[in-house]
Antibody, heavy 119, light 107 residues
Framework: QVTLKESGPGILQPSQTLSLTCSFS??????????VSWIRQPSGKGLEWLATICWEDSKGYNPSLKNRLTISKDTSNNQAFLKITSVDTADTAIYYCARSPGSYGFDYWGQGVMVTVSS | DIQMTQSPASLSASLGETVTIECRAS??????LAWYQQKPGKSPQLLIY???SLHTGVPSRFSGSGSGTQYSLKINSLQSEDVASYFC?????????FGSGTKLEIK
């Protein structure tokens, strides 16, 4: 059974660094073809893809966030991570992690974690 | 970046009706397209991948079609549990991009 669960700080202040963790089970990020992505959704709005990391450590980033994103993984502990530097109120959103088994779309999603940026 | 233009933004239909949602890509995405359903307060759920393949466990009243830059999601025999927002997404190339969504309601 595949599950993913996001965790994060809940609230942080502008200019701080947001650190998110995706803990998963039922699959391994060392299996050929498997990738984990981060997607976010501001309240009442659409979905925005942020970053992807794959089994062989290739990465993709959304250039609209310039150089603020860093994605990484800990294969041994079944976790993926996302850091966003210099946050501001526009980064307030629900953040999801999701799995993709190759060229397939995101077949399993976490429940999401709400992150609020406020002074 | 590949832009995904989704229409309509909202849709109201009667139970049992057939509805269609469209997505147009700004360039050929070679069937690298998925459709998701998102109910209020829930995570998105994959319905269709590779433009026309039904994800495991998804009811057969959902179907996807299209090629090149034009894709569509069809829901036959609309049920009350289909009330949700629907999003298309291209995964042909980075950065992955989503359509703006369609909110489906029952008349």
């Amino acid at each position: 059974q595949v599950t993913l669960k996001e965790s994060g700080p809940g609230i942080l202040q502008p200019s701080q660094t947001l650190s998110l963790t995706c803990s998963f089970s039922g699959f391994s990020l060392s299996t050929s073809g498997i990738c984990v992505s981060w997607i976010r959704q501001p309240s009442g709005k659409g979905l925005e893809w942020l970053a992807t990391i794959c089994w062989e450590d290739s990465k993709g980033y959304n250039p609209s966030l310039k150089n603020r994103l860093t994605i990484s993984k800990d294969t041994s502990n079944n976790q993926a991570f996302l850091k966003i530097t210099s946050v501001d109120t526009a980064d307030t959103a629900i953040y999801y992690c999701a799995r993709s088994p190759g060229s397939y779309g995101f077949d399993y999603w976490g429940q999401g974690v709400m992150v609020t940026v406020s002074s | 970046d590949i832009q995904m233009t989704q229409s309509p933004a909202s849709l109201s239909a009667s139970l049992g009706e057939t509805v269609t949602i469209e997505c147009r890509a700004s360039e050929d995405i070679y069937n690298g397209l998925a459709w998701y359903q998102q109910k209020p307060g829930k995570s998105p759920q994959l319905l269709i991948y590779n433009a026309n393949s039904l994800h495991t466990g998804v009811p057969s009243r959902f179907s996807g079609s299209g090629s090149g830059t034009q894709y569509s999601l069809k829901i036959n025999s609309l049920q009350s549990e289909d009330v949700a927002s629907y999003f298309c997404q291209q995964y042909y190339d980075y950065p992955f991009t989503f359509g703006s969504g369609t909110k489906l309601e029952i008349k």
